[in-house]
Protein backbone atom coordinates (compact mmCIF):
# COMPACT_ATOMS: atom_id res chain seq x y z
CA UNK A 1 0.00 0.00 0.00
CA UNK A 2 0.56 3.68 -0.97
CA UNK A 3 1.14 5.86 1.83
CA UNK A 4 1.95 8.87 -1.10
CA UNK A 5 0.60 8.42 -4.88
CA UNK A 6 0.93 10.95 -7.21
CA UNK A 7 -0.32 10.34 -10.39
CA UNK A 8 0.17 12.34 -13.45
CA UNK A 9 0.82 15.63 -11.79
CA UNK A 10 1.37 18.72 -13.41
CA UNK A 11 1.98 22.37 -11.87
CA UNK A 12 2.18 25.39 -13.58
CA UNK A 13 2.64 28.63 -11.92
CA UNK A 14 1.11 32.14 -13.34
CA UNK A 15 3.30 33.41 -16.11
CA UNK A 16 3.75 29.79 -17.58
CA UNK A 17 6.58 28.28 -15.78
CA UNK A 18 6.11 24.38 -15.60
CA UNK A 19 7.42 23.22 -12.42
CA UNK A 20 6.37 19.86 -12.88
CA UNK A 21 5.50 18.24 -15.73
CA UNK A 22 3.34 14.49 -15.89
CA UNK A 23 5.21 13.30 -12.56
CA UNK A 24 4.09 9.92 -11.34
CA UNK A 25 5.33 9.36 -7.66
CA UNK A 26 4.74 6.22 -5.17
CA UNK A 27 6.11 6.41 -1.70
CA UNK A 28 5.60 3.36 0.46
CA UNK A 29 5.44 4.08 4.53
CA UNK A 30 8.87 4.51 6.52
CA UNK A 31 10.73 5.09 2.89
CA UNK A 32 13.30 7.65 3.60
CA UNK A 33 13.16 8.62 -0.32
CA UNK A 34 15.99 11.74 -1.39
CA UNK A 35 14.39 14.21 -3.91
CA UNK A 36 17.79 15.42 -6.00
CA UNK A 37 18.03 17.90 -8.41
CA UNK A 38 19.73 21.33 -9.64
CA UNK A 39 17.91 24.53 -8.13
CA UNK A 40 14.79 25.36 -10.27
CA UNK A 41 14.13 21.34 -10.66
CA UNK A 42 10.97 21.14 -8.89
CA UNK A 43 11.48 19.61 -5.87
CA UNK A 44 10.02 22.59 -3.48
CA UNK A 45 6.91 22.35 -5.86
CA UNK A 46 6.76 18.69 -5.29
CA UNK A 47 7.18 18.90 -1.32
CA UNK A 48 4.14 21.50 -1.20
CA UNK A 49 2.06 19.62 -3.40
CA UNK A 50 2.10 17.14 -0.82
CA UNK A 51 1.34 19.54 2.30
CA UNK A 52 -1.00 21.01 0.28
CA UNK A 53 0.56 24.47 0.04
CA UNK A 54 0.17 24.16 -4.04
CA UNK A 55 -2.76 22.65 -5.63
CA UNK A 56 -2.04 20.36 -9.09
CA UNK A 57 -2.72 22.31 -12.16
CA UNK A 58 -3.29 18.86 -13.97
CA UNK A 59 -3.33 15.12 -12.28
CA UNK A 60 -4.10 13.37 -8.93
CA UNK A 61 -2.18 13.80 -5.47
CA UNK A 62 -3.05 11.56 -2.88
CA UNK A 63 -1.35 12.03 0.55
CA UNK A 64 -3.36 9.43 3.46
CA UNK A 65 -5.79 8.32 0.88
CA UNK A 66 -6.60 12.20 0.85
CA UNK A 67 -6.89 13.55 -2.48
CA UNK A 68 -5.19 17.07 -2.71
CA UNK A 69 -7.40 19.32 -4.49
CA UNK A 70 -10.55 17.94 -2.04
CA UNK A 71 -9.02 18.68 0.91
CA UNK A 72 -11.51 20.83 3.02
CA UNK A 73 -9.96 23.16 5.82
CA UNK A 74 -10.25 20.65 8.58
CA UNK A 75 -8.81 17.88 6.40
CA UNK A 76 -6.18 19.87 5.61
CA UNK A 77 -5.35 21.25 9.21
CA UNK A 78 -5.55 17.18 9.97
CA UNK A 79 -3.06 16.87 7.20
CA UNK A 80 -0.62 19.12 7.34
CA UNK A 81 -0.26 18.17 10.79
CA UNK A 82 0.51 14.78 9.88
CA UNK A 83 3.01 16.14 7.58
CA UNK A 84 5.84 17.77 9.35
CA UNK A 85 8.23 20.47 7.50
CA UNK A 86 12.10 21.12 7.67
CA UNK A 87 13.03 23.92 5.60
CA UNK A 88 16.15 25.10 4.85
CA UNK A 89 15.54 28.21 7.08
CA UNK A 90 13.30 28.24 10.08
CA UNK A 91 13.46 32.39 10.56
CA UNK A 92 13.58 30.82 14.34
CA UNK A 93 13.02 33.97 16.52
CA UNK A 94 16.05 35.08 17.77
CA UNK A 95 15.33 36.28 20.97
CA UNK A 96 12.84 33.56 22.41
CA UNK A 97 14.35 30.68 23.93
CA UNK A 98 14.77 27.64 22.19
CA UNK A 99 11.82 25.79 24.42
CA UNK A 100 9.47 28.97 22.81
CA UNK A 101 10.71 28.06 19.13
CA UNK A 102 10.24 24.61 19.26
CA UNK A 103 6.37 24.71 20.76
CA UNK A 104 5.73 27.27 18.07
CA UNK A 105 5.37 24.09 16.22
CA UNK A 106 2.49 23.25 18.09
CA UNK A 107 0.41 26.06 16.51
CA UNK A 108 -0.57 23.90 14.03
CA UNK A 109 -2.75 22.07 15.98
CA UNK A 110 -4.31 24.63 17.99
CA UNK A 111 -6.41 27.69 16.66
CA UNK A 112 -4.72 31.23 16.45
CA UNK A 113 -6.78 32.14 20.05
CA UNK A 114 -4.64 29.49 21.45
CA UNK A 115 -1.68 31.38 20.83
CA UNK A 116 -2.82 33.90 23.28
CA UNK A 117 -2.88 31.04 26.06
CA UNK A 118 0.05 29.64 28.05
CA UNK A 119 1.77 26.86 26.55
CA UNK A 120 0.49 23.48 28.51
CA UNK A 121 2.93 21.29 30.72
CA UNK A 122 2.33 18.42 28.44
CA UNK A 123 3.31 20.43 25.60
CA UNK A 124 6.76 21.78 27.36
CA UNK A 125 7.03 18.52 28.06
CA UNK A 126 7.08 16.93 24.94
CA UNK A 127 9.00 19.94 23.57
CA UNK A 128 11.94 19.17 26.20
CA UNK A 129 11.88 15.62 24.70
CA UNK A 130 12.21 16.02 21.11
CA UNK A 131 14.65 18.80 22.04
CA UNK A 132 16.34 15.70 23.59
CA UNK A 133 16.22 13.86 20.57
CA UNK A 134 18.13 16.03 18.36
CA UNK A 135 20.64 16.69 21.22
CA UNK A 136 19.47 20.13 22.27
CA UNK A 137 18.03 19.95 25.97
CA UNK A 138 20.67 21.65 27.53
CA UNK A 139 19.98 24.80 25.01
CA UNK A 140 16.46 24.58 26.26
CA UNK A 141 16.43 27.92 27.63
CA UNK A 142 19.17 29.90 25.88
CA UNK A 143 18.15 32.16 23.39
CA UNK A 144 18.04 30.81 19.62
CA UNK A 145 20.11 33.41 18.27
CA UNK A 146 23.04 31.90 20.12
CA UNK A 147 22.78 28.78 18.25
CA UNK A 148 25.00 27.64 15.67
CA UNK A 149 23.80 27.05 12.67
CA UNK A 150 23.59 23.01 12.50
CA UNK A 151 22.25 23.96 16.05
CA UNK A 152 19.49 26.11 14.73
CA UNK A 153 18.39 23.28 11.95
CA UNK A 154 18.31 20.83 14.68
CA UNK A 155 15.63 22.94 16.57
CA UNK A 156 14.08 23.13 13.28
CA UNK A 157 13.91 19.34 13.24
CA UNK A 158 12.76 19.31 16.79
CA UNK A 159 9.65 22.05 15.99
CA UNK A 160 8.40 19.44 13.13
CA UNK A 161 8.76 16.10 15.68
CA UNK A 162 6.90 18.27 17.93
CA UNK A 163 3.76 17.63 16.03
CA UNK A 164 3.91 13.86 15.70
CA UNK A 165 4.15 13.73 12.28
CA UNK A 166 3.81 10.78 10.25
CA UNK A 167 5.37 12.47 7.15
CA UNK A 168 8.67 14.07 7.24
CA UNK A 169 9.14 16.72 4.73
CA UNK A 170 12.80 18.46 4.43
CA UNK A 171 13.60 20.93 1.86
CA UNK A 172 17.35 21.40 1.38
CA UNK A 173 17.26 21.11 5.05
CA UNK A 174 21.29 21.19 4.80
CA UNK A 175 22.11 23.39 1.77
CA UNK A 176 22.70 26.12 4.17
CA UNK A 177 25.30 24.07 6.58
CA UNK A 178 29.11 23.67 6.09
CA UNK A 179 29.67 19.89 5.14
CA UNK A 180 30.38 18.37 8.44
CA UNK A 181 27.32 19.93 10.08
CA UNK A 182 25.29 18.79 6.71
CA UNK A 183 26.90 15.53 7.34
CA UNK A 184 25.57 15.60 11.12
CA UNK A 185 21.69 16.66 10.48
CA UNK A 186 21.23 14.22 7.34
CA UNK A 187 22.71 11.82 9.87
CA UNK A 188 20.36 12.77 12.71
CA UNK A 189 17.53 13.20 10.71
CA UNK A 190 17.79 9.58 8.48
CA UNK A 191 18.73 8.05 12.75
CA UNK A 192 15.23 9.40 13.50
CA UNK A 193 13.02 8.64 10.73
CA UNK A 194 14.11 5.02 10.63
CA UNK A 195 13.57 4.80 14.47
CA UNK A 196 10.07 6.38 14.28
CA UNK A 197 9.71 4.70 11.48
CA UNK A 198 8.67 8.29 9.50
CA UNK A 199 8.22 8.39 5.49
CA UNK A 200 10.94 11.00 4.93
CA UNK A 201 10.97 13.21 1.54
CA UNK A 202 14.44 15.08 1.67
CA UNK A 203 15.44 17.61 -0.51
CA UNK A 204 19.08 17.76 -1.92
CA UNK A 205 21.20 19.19 -4.40
CA UNK A 206 24.33 17.15 -2.94
CA UNK A 207 24.62 13.93 -4.91
CA UNK A 208 27.01 12.34 -2.40
CA UNK A 209 24.79 13.25 0.39
CA UNK A 210 22.04 11.66 -1.67
CA UNK A 211 23.74 8.30 -2.38
CA UNK A 212 24.82 8.03 1.08
CA UNK A 213 21.41 8.43 3.27
CA UNK A 214 18.61 7.33 0.78
CA UNK A 215 17.04 4.43 0.51
CA UNK A 216 15.83 6.00 -2.77
CA UNK A 217 16.44 8.45 -4.63
CA UNK A 218 14.01 10.68 -7.39
CA UNK A 219 15.89 13.02 -9.74
CA UNK A 220 14.11 15.85 -10.80
CA UNK A 221 15.50 17.81 -13.71
CA UNK A 222 13.31 20.74 -15.39
CA UNK A 223 10.15 19.55 -13.70
CA UNK A 224 10.42 15.79 -14.76
CA UNK A 225 11.41 12.55 -12.91
CA UNK A 226 14.33 11.50 -14.77
CA UNK A 227 16.04 8.79 -12.35
CA UNK A 228 13.89 6.70 -9.68
CA UNK A 229 15.79 3.77 -8.10
CA UNK A 230 18.07 3.06 -5.40
CA UNK A 231 21.55 4.88 -4.83
CA UNK A 232 23.50 1.91 -6.64
CA UNK A 233 21.74 2.33 -9.57
CA UNK A 234 22.18 6.32 -9.65
CA UNK A 235 24.57 6.88 -12.72
CA UNK A 236 27.67 9.09 -12.46
CA UNK A 237 25.94 12.39 -14.89
CA UNK A 238 22.92 12.70 -12.36
P1 LIG B 1 14.69 27.15 -4.11
O1 LIG B 1 15.34 27.12 -5.46
O2 LIG B 1 15.60 26.76 -2.99
O3 LIG B 1 13.37 26.44 -4.08
P2 LIG B 1 14.09 29.85 -4.76
O4 LIG B 1 15.07 30.90 -4.41
O5 LIG B 1 13.96 29.34 -6.16
O6 LIG B 1 14.35 28.65 -3.78
O7 LIG B 1 12.63 30.30 -4.33
C1 LIG B 1 12.41 30.98 -3.12
C2 LIG B 1 10.95 31.42 -3.09
O8 LIG B 1 10.63 32.18 -4.25
C3 LIG B 1 9.99 30.25 -3.09
O9 LIG B 1 8.89 30.58 -2.25
C4 LIG B 1 9.51 30.14 -4.53
O10 LIG B 1 8.20 29.63 -4.61
C5 LIG B 1 9.56 31.58 -4.98
N1 LIG B 1 9.89 31.68 -6.41
C6 LIG B 1 10.87 31.02 -7.05
N2 LIG B 1 10.88 31.34 -8.36
C7 LIG B 1 9.88 32.23 -8.53
C8 LIG B 1 9.37 32.93 -9.66
N3 LIG B 1 9.88 32.78 -10.88
N4 LIG B 1 8.34 33.76 -9.46
C9 LIG B 1 7.81 33.91 -8.25
N5 LIG B 1 8.23 33.28 -7.14
C10 LIG B 1 9.25 32.44 -7.28
P1 LIG C 1 13.65 23.62 -6.59
O1 LIG C 1 13.06 23.44 -5.25
O2 LIG C 1 14.14 22.35 -7.20
O3 LIG C 1 14.68 24.70 -6.61
P2 LIG C 1 11.16 24.93 -7.31
O4 LIG C 1 10.04 23.98 -7.16
O5 LIG C 1 11.40 25.94 -6.24
O6 LIG C 1 12.49 24.08 -7.60
O7 LIG C 1 10.99 25.71 -8.68
C1 LIG C 1 10.70 25.07 -9.91
C2 LIG C 1 10.46 26.15 -10.95
O8 LIG C 1 9.29 26.86 -10.63
C3 LIG C 1 11.58 27.18 -11.03
O9 LIG C 1 11.70 27.57 -12.38
C4 LIG C 1 11.05 28.30 -10.17
O10 LIG C 1 11.59 29.55 -10.56
C5 LIG C 1 9.57 28.24 -10.43
N1 LIG C 1 8.76 28.72 -9.29
C6 LIG C 1 8.82 28.24 -8.04
N2 LIG C 1 7.92 28.86 -7.26
C7 LIG C 1 7.28 29.75 -8.06
C8 LIG C 1 6.23 30.68 -7.84
N3 LIG C 1 5.67 30.83 -6.64
N4 LIG C 1 5.82 31.42 -8.89
C9 LIG C 1 6.38 31.26 -10.12
N5 LIG C 1 7.36 30.39 -10.38
C10 LIG C 1 7.81 29.63 -9.37
Known amino acids: D ?24 NVAPGEFLVLLGASG ?20 VNVHGLQGGALNPANLRAHRQRCG ?8 IGRETVLANVLMGCLGRYHALRTL ?6 DK ?29 RVGIARALIQRPTILLAD ?17 LHHICTHDRL ?21 LRNGRVVFDGPPAALSHEL
Open 199 to 219: TAIVSLHQVALARRYADRIVG
Open 125 to 153: LLALEVLDRVGLLEKALVRADTLSGGQQQ
Open 117 to 122: LPWSRS
Open 41 to 60: AGKSTLLRCLNGLVDATDGT
Open 85 to 92: MVFQQHHL
Open 172 to 188: EPVASLDPATAENVMNL
Open 2 to 25: WLIQLRDVRVAYPGGIEALQRTQL
